[in-house]
Antibody, heavy 118, light 109 residues
């Protein structure tokens, strides 16, 4: 079936980097865009941006430029989110989400908790 | 940047009652509006897209309406599994951008 499976929880120190993976299955990976969404503890959903899975071209939402990088490995149908120079305020659950059967986010990964603490 | 405002922040409803959630856009988004349900510890689930089209597998008690700047999600008869947080989201086709509202928590009265 169509699904997105993300990598496991991460505990990082401030200043470190983290790379979250999102593996797609059940559909043609390069046919549909991949989005990233952040949810800080007890807070709402925040769209971070998207990556064109056909061209690899990323687009970042306001507030997610500079330290955030979206990338792909189409050979394994996987999208990546890398965050560098981690800060405590980056502590959040990060979701990947795709648009496969509609023009909204109809498939979601299970989320990856990233905790930044010294 | 389009801002999405949901109201109320919290809605207390008894099982079997009707729930009406509102979402307002700071400028017209046409019918490019989606609704999601999120339960604790789970990823969001798409309920409605195109303002009024139910996603696959979504029960008929969920309905969406509106266009332009004013939208409504109605749950006709709340079931125990419907108590959750609901988010609206606008999407602009080009350049592709998406914006979420801050959410409405539907709790048991």
């Amino acid at each position: 079936q169509v699904q997105l499976v993300q990598s496991g929880s991460e505990l990082k120190k401030p200043g470190a980097s983290v790379k979250v993976s999102c593996k797609a299955s059940g559909y043609t990976f390069t046919s549909y865009a991949m989005n990233w969404v952040r949810q800080a503890p007890g807070q709402g959903l925040e769209w971070m941006g998207w990556i064109n899975t056909n061209t690899g071209n990323p687009t970042y939402a306001q507030g997610f430029t500079g330290r955030f990088v979206f990338s792909l490995d189409t050979s394994v149908s996987t999208a990546y989110l890398q965050i560098s120079s981690l800060k405590a305020e980056d502590t959040a659950v990060y979701y990947c989400a795709g648009l496969v059967a509609s023009d909204a986010f109809d498939i979601w990964g299970q989320g990856t908790m990233v905790t930044v603490s010294s | 940047e389009i801002v999405m405002t949901q109201s109320p922040a919290t809605l207390s409803v008894s099982p079997g009652e009707r729930a009406t959630l509102s979402c307002r856009a700071s400028q017209s988004v046409s019918s490019n509006l989606a609704w999601y349900q999120q339960k604790p510890g789970q990823a969001p689930r798409l309920l409605i897209y195109g303002a009024s089209t139910r996603a696959t597998g979504i029960p008929a008690r969920f309905s969406g309406s509106g266009s332009g700047t004013e939208f409504t999600l109605t749950i006709s008869s709340l079931q125990s599994e419907d108590f959750a947080v609901y988010y609206c989201q606008q999407y602009n086709n080009w350049p592709p951008t998406w914006t979420f509202g801050q959410g409405t928590k539907v709790e048991i009265k």
